[in-house]
């Protein structure tokens, strides 16, 4: 089994900056991607960011490009997604996921889910 648990959570005000992390542990997958989904109260969870595992390829929500950016440390097996300039709406309960391929991925192809973490933007 597979364990995803995401950290860097918080509140923060608007035009502040975050940094998610996601560590994965547990037996061997064969995984090629990894991204973060993000799913408000009421809403379809929506995609983030993902990134291939190699860090070659990257993929982002149009709603996020120029503001967050996802990357890898394949060493610690964890994915991180540092987020500036976040806005009110940026506030929701973050996901991490891994999925077969980032095409996939992107597209809600996904494999495993962490638990969630919680980011609050205030204005």
Not at 5 to 12: A, H, Q, R, T
Request: net charge positive; with cysteine.
């Amino acid at each position: 089994q597979v364990q995803l648990v995401e950290s860097g959570g918080g509140l923060v005000q608007a035009g502040g900056s975050l940094r998610l992390s996601c560590a994965a542990s547990g037996r061997t997958f064969s995984s090629d991607a990894m991204g973060w989904f993000r799913q408000a109260p009421g809403k379809e969870r929506e995609f983030v960011a993902a990134i291939s595992w190699n860090g070659v390829s990257t993929a982002y929500a149009d709603s996020v490009k120029g503001r967050f950016t996802i990357s890898r440390d394949s060493a610690k097996n964890t994915v991180y997604l540092q987020m500036n300039s976040l806005k009110p709406e940026d506030t929701t309960v973050y996901y991490c996921a891994a999925g077969r391929s980032l095409t996939s991925l992107t597209n809600g192809g996904v494999t495993y889910w962490g638990k969630g973490t919680l980011v609050t933007v205030s204005s």
